[in-house]
């Protein structure tokens, strides 16, 4: 979920589990929505996208969940890996000016794979 | 390809000193962004470029200043540094519009600025 103030929520998995992780998003006019990993030291990579005329999108073991009703997002992890240990972060296509919209960010959430 | 480059990826400044961060992109991409992460925060945008010779300012943008002279280049500028802009710098880019790459973005590797 999304972190309130300095610390980020933590969600710790057993490795071979799967992992979720959820975001809500705050813009009902948001059309696009986006998750990325964020390793230590590294920038941000993309992981998978959906747009609003969808409500599941599936990756190569991931799977995101759009429930527009009540503003939420999901990442779905199977089978989770040693490598899959970063931060999470969902992204909205916030308002809509024109164009190519900047992102707006959650705060992220940390995933801890446990061996 | 080499992506999204950031130089430099460390530096050090004193408060009132002033530096430019350089981001190179070589996929032609048209958006090119500056964001800065604090710790346990998320990505907060400071400035933004919609195509070359333009610039808008995002969330964060006093204290910054950008330029995009060139389309495969963006420049974030800090003319007096604050310690209150100690933070790990992101540049990334993007294509413009639908369908030909939607909204991803695309991120450099970083730059780690302290400010004393």
């Known amino acids: 979920g999304e972190s309130v103030g300095l610390h980020l929520p933590t969600l710790s998995v057993q490795e071979g589990d799967n992992s979720i992780i959820n975001c809500a998003y705050s813009?009902?006019?948001?059309?696009?929505f986006i998750w990325y990993k964020q390793e230590s030291g590294k920038g941000p990579q993309f992981i998978i996208d959906?747009?609003?005329?969808?409500d599941k999108r599936q990756g190569q073991r991931v799977t995101v969940l759009l429930n527009k009703t009540v503003k939420h997002l999901s990442l779905q992890i199977a089978a989770t890996q040693p490598g899959d240990s970063a931060v999470y972060f969902c992204?909205?296509?916030?308002?809509?000016?024109?164009?190519?919209?900047?992102?707006?960010f959650g705060k992220g959430t940390r995933l801890s794979v446990i061996a | 390809n080499a992506g999204v480059t950031q130089t430099p990826k460390f530096r050090v400044l004193k408060t009132g000193q002033s530096m430019t961060l350089l981001c190179a992109q070589d996929?032609?991409?048209?958006?090119m962004y500056w964001y800065r992460q604090d710790p346990g925060m998320g990505l907060r945008l400071i400035h933004y470029?919609?195509?070359?010779?333009?610039?808008a300012k995002g969330e964060v943008p006093d204290g910054y200043n950008v330029s995009r002279l060139k389309k495969q280049n963006f420049l974030l500028g800090l003319e007096s540094a604050a310690p209150s802009q100690t933070s790990v710098y992101f540049c990334?880019?993007?294509?413009?519009?639908?369908?030909?790459?939607?909204?991803?973005?695309?991120f450099g590797p970083g730059t780690r600025l302290t400010v004393t």
């Open positions: 470029s919609v195509g070359e010779g333009t610039t």
């Open positions: 996929m032609n991409h048209e958006y």
């Open positions: 813009n009902s006019a948001s059309d696009y």
């Open positions: 992204a909205e296509n916030g308002a809509r000016y024109s164009g190519n919209t900047p992102l707006v």
């Open positions: 990334a880019s993007s294509y413009s519009e639908e369908p030909s790459g939607g909204y991803e973005q695309y």
């Open positions: 959906i747009r609003s005329n969808m």
